[in-house]
């Protein structure tokens, strides 16, 4: 594996939720967990956006879109980053994708499409 893998994107109807995981298996765990992971996404025709951050301590940083309404988190004897979506609206529709910084290096998921429907 030469990348983190996304999974959990579907369909939903606006106001539902659904459940992303990445895991980043390329490393070992003892790495992982030293590894910041984040969350971006990218909509048709807009440049790629910032969403979630999680970092090896923790300590979460959310864009201000999705306050209150995501939550990031972390499994490190799994390598795997979570992206908890609730109260889902039409414009959070985009691709997402997974970062992850391992020893100063960024490595980037193929993505996984999350369609909300209104």
């Known amino acids: 594996q030469v990348q983190p893998v996304e999974s959990g994107g579907g369909l939903v109807q606006a106001g539902g939720s659904l459940k992303l995981s990445c895991e980043d298996s390329?490393?070992?765990?003892?790495?992982?967990?030293?590894?910041?992971m984040a969350w971006y996404r990218q909509a048709p025709g807009k440049q790629r956006e910032f969403v979630a951050q999680?970092?090896?301590?923790?300590?979460?940083k959310y864009a201000d879109f999705v306050k209150g309404r995501f939550t990031i988190s972390r499994d490190n004897a799994k390598s795997t980053v979570y992206l908890q979506m609730n109260s889902l609206k039409p414009e959070d529709t985009a691709v997402y994708y997974c970062?992850?910084?391992?020893?100063?290096?960024?490595?980037w998921g193929q993505g996984t499409q999350v369609t909300v429907s209104s």
């Open positions: 970062q992850a910084v391992s020893v100063g290096v960024v490595y």
């Open positions: 390329r490393v070992s765990r003892s790495i992982f967990s030293t590894s910041a």
């Open positions: 999680i970092t090896n301590l923790a300590s979460t």
